[in-house]
């Protein structure tokens, strides 16, 4: 971490406060299974307006990461649409750049995970997604970028479990990292959704960086983010983010590999932007963090450690 980072001195309202992170089950995870070609052609994916006033528009790649989209037919931006969520691509990663989905607190359902199908999206060449192959037999996870179950509510809540479940939508993650950090987070973004029946659009994705080693063909992120839009308890916009690191985890990739900790970071979305190479347009303008960097020319970050640490 940079020497001229120190910890904000300024809270905003609107979250709960943040609940331990917690240890999960790893689920049983079943191969792609082969069936006819998938009509997603129905698919409404992101909403911009879902916050009412407060439009919250996709990220925009820019600089070397504008030139990476994967290209889908019929459209101009790479964007791939599902139920209840977005995503693009990234061509020469073949994962995706960033996730967008809209989480109704209001509207949650319940859906049993039965048999995992993950399998590849036809509007795009399987040859661009990395799939089963870098999964099998070695301690990844197939980690999803869009939860299974903050996708899911409303009428469509199955339809949209069963979307989540792409390629397009899973990344390489450390068992333990999927299961304990990554988790506990957005367990407490669920939860805070669900309890206080709020909307809430979230943005996942890695950061791609050049030193990303290779496994089976694939450069592994070692850092993941999740930038998080809402309206705060008074009504007005409100916007945080959040990165977690998995370097030190991923040294550990192949035999007699173990766990260590991890760290969780509150960021400023300006500094996501700068990482990523993505334009969140004006949602730093309601980022706290974002606000202070740009008051004081300080780099703003807290570690979580625990409920008390987390600033809104």
């Not at 979250?15 to 698919?43: N, Q």
């Not at 992120?221 to 945080?240: C, H, L, M, N, Q």
Request: glycine share 8%; net charge negative.
């Amino acid at each position: 971490m940079s020497d001229d980072t120190r910890p904000s001195q300024r809270a905003r309202g609107g979250l709960r406060d943040m609940r331990p992170l917690v240890t999960a089950r790893r689920a049983a995870m079943a191969p792609a299974a082969a069936t006819a070609r998938e009509d997603l052609s129905d698919r409404q994916g992101f909403e911009e307006d879902f916050l009412d006033d407060f439009v919250v528009a996709l990220p925009t790649p820019v600089g070397e990461r504008a030139e990476d989209v994967t290209p889908v037919p019929g459209r101009d931006d790479g964007r791939l649409d599902y139920t209840h969520f977005s995503l693009v691509m990234s061509r020469s990663r073949r994962l995706a750049i960033f996730t967008a989905l809209n989480l109704d607190g209001r509207r949650l359902v319940s859906v049993p995970r039965e048999n995992d199908n993950w399998r590849f999206d036809p509007r795009i060449d399987p040859a661009l997604q990395a799939g089963e192959d870098l999964y099998a037999r070695n301690p990844l996870d197939r980690g999803h970028l869009v939860r299974r179950t903050s996708a899911n509510w409303g009428e469509l809540a199955e339809q949209a479990n069963a979307d989540t479940f792409h390629f397009t939508n899973c990344t390489p993650q450390m068992a333990a990292f999927n299961q304990r950090t990554w988790l506990g987070l957005e367990d407490y973004l669920l939860e805070h959704a669900r309890a206080d029946d709020q909307r809430l659009c979230i943005f996942t994705g890695p950061v791609f960086r050049a030193s990303d080693r290779h496994y089976r063909g694939v450069r592994i992120p070692e850092a993941y983010w999740k930038v998080i839009a809402f309206r705060g308890e008074d009504g007005r916009p409100s916007a945080t983010a959040y990165m977690i690191d998995q370097a030190d985890e991923l040294d550990e990739l192949g035999p007699g590999f173990l766990f260590g900790q991890y760290r969780t970071y509150q960021r400023s979305i300006a500094r996501i932007e700068a990482l990523t190479q993505l334009d969140f347009g004006e949602l730093s303008d309601f980022d706290g963090f974002s606000v202070e960097e740009h008051a004081t020319g300080t780099r703003i970050e807290a570690e979580i450690r625990g409920p008390e640490d987390i600033r809104v």
